[in-house]
């Protein structure tokens, strides 16, 4: 959304637009205090005590959460709006509320045993994941499954009194093939390795996880198949069709509002220095500047076009699943490429301005650095790679078989 502009949800008005509303009002109100914290987000590694304590009061965290146990059950859409709102304010605090609230929407999907142990002890609960199967090995035994592994890039754990673990579940009959599986872990079951020490995305405390060797029930695990749009095990007590969207084709709306508001800060802070600042070397006004002028014009038109594309998959995927129309693999392609496309235009635009700040982008003590680095961050993300997404839709465009398992 521009600035000043709210967003629309595209569903029917009523109760659930004001939802949406009060939404969206919440996470602007925290704006403020969110950008003076910003700084020391970076510096702990980790969200401040205070932050998580804001996101939970605001009830962001619950945005797709079921109404049945007192969430908001506001559309998919309502991800983006809200991480692009955070994300002016910091790109690190956006990262893990929108990772973090998704994890709400996904144990929706899980059978009702599994949500009612989670959720019953405290529906405020947050709970990490790691999506990364090749990381760990399962096999089936009575009752459940063994699991072992190291998962990097789990954000926020260190809050997490749970844990979505993806898994290859591996088995002596070739014949059964290859299984990918979510495995839902409690605190007790998995170790934090302190491995956050990077450039981007500091705050967001996205260490790794160690499982040496668990015993996973089978109501704690959901099979990959059974998120690929359509009726999932949690749709008899969820039945809304937001617990049905196919999880990981939209995967990377998950995250992509975070890169959209980090390039509208970084767009909306060269614009206000833009308009007052003046040359050092001939004291010209920079506003005055053809260059500056059409740097504004190309970053804006990438960030909106940006906007749109996200906000329409993700409008269309809840329109098809309202009308029981489940994505075909092209359409799913589809998802996967727009959204990585959408993000490498935000990472564009900021990388535009960055190079036209000059040298004053380059001072710690100003936002501007950080904006740079948590766009590359972002963009590093596999769900962001257009090499990946873009040739696995042109191979289904060509009639070839998709090599993304997970869709």
Request: glycine residues 8%; proline residues 4%.
């Amino acid at each position: 959304m521009a600035p000043g502009q709210e967003p629309s949800m595209g569903q029917s008005a009523g109760s659930g637009e004001r939802a949406y509303a009060t939404m969206i009002a919440n996470a602007r109100s925290l704006l403020p205090q969110l950008r003076e914290r910003a700084a020391r987000t970076e510096e702990l590694r980790h969200l401040p005590p205070e932050t998580e304590r804001d996101l939970h009061d605001a009830g962001l965290f619950r945005m797709l959460q079921p109404k049945r146990v007192g969430g908001a059950e506001l559309d998919y859409v309502a991800l983006i709006d809200c991480a692009e709102l955070v994300g002016r304010a910091d790109a690190s605090v956006a990262w893990n509320l929108a990772n973090l609230a998704s994890h709400h929407w996904m144990l929706g999907m899980f059978e009702q045993r599994a949500q009612d142990l989670v959720w019953g002890k405290d529906p405020d609960v947050l709970i990490a994941s790691s999506f990364i199967f090749p990381a760990g090995r399962a096999t089936r035994v009575e009752g459940g499954y063994r699991l072992r592994g190291s998962w990097p890039f789990s954000s926020g754990v260190g809050s997490c009194a749970w844990n979505m673990l993806a898994s290859v579940v591996s088995s002596d009959d070739e014949a059964d093939g290859i299984e990918y599986r979510i495995f839902l872990l409690p605190r007790a079951d998995y170790n934090i390795l302190d491995t956050w020490n990077v450039a981007g995305l500091r705050g967001t405390g996205s260490s790794d996880v160690e499982v040496r060797d668990a015993f996973v029930p089978e109501h704690l695990t959901v099979a990959v198949g059974d998120l690929a749009g359509g009726a999932s095990p949690g749709s008899k007590v969820n039945p809304n069709p937001l617990y049905a969207l196919p999880v990981f084709s939209l995967f990377p709306y998950v995250l992509s509002g975070v890169a959209l508001g980090n390039a509208q800060a970084c767009l909306d802070d060269y614009v206000e220095v833009a308009r007052h600042r003046i040359s050092t070397y001939n004291r010209a006004k920079l506003s005055d500047f053809q260059s500056t002028q059409i740097k504004i014009a190309e970053a804006s038109a990438k960030i909106d076009a940006a906007r749109l594309v996200m906000r329409a998959a993700c409008t269309e995927a809840m329109q098809d699943v309202r009308r029981s129309h489940w994505p075909d693999m092209t359409t799913k392609t589809r998802y996967r490429r727009d959204g990585a496309f959408s993000v490498n235009l935000c990472t564009d635009a900021v990388s535009m301005l960055f190079a036209a700040s000059g040298a004053r982008g380059l001072f710690t003590t100003g936002v501007l650095q950080r904006q740079f680095r948590d766009a590359h961050a972002i963009n590093s993300h596999l769900a962001f790679n257009f090499d990946a997404a873009g040739t696995n839709y042109g191979r289904v465009a060509l009639g070839l078989p998709s090599e993304n398992l997970t869709l």
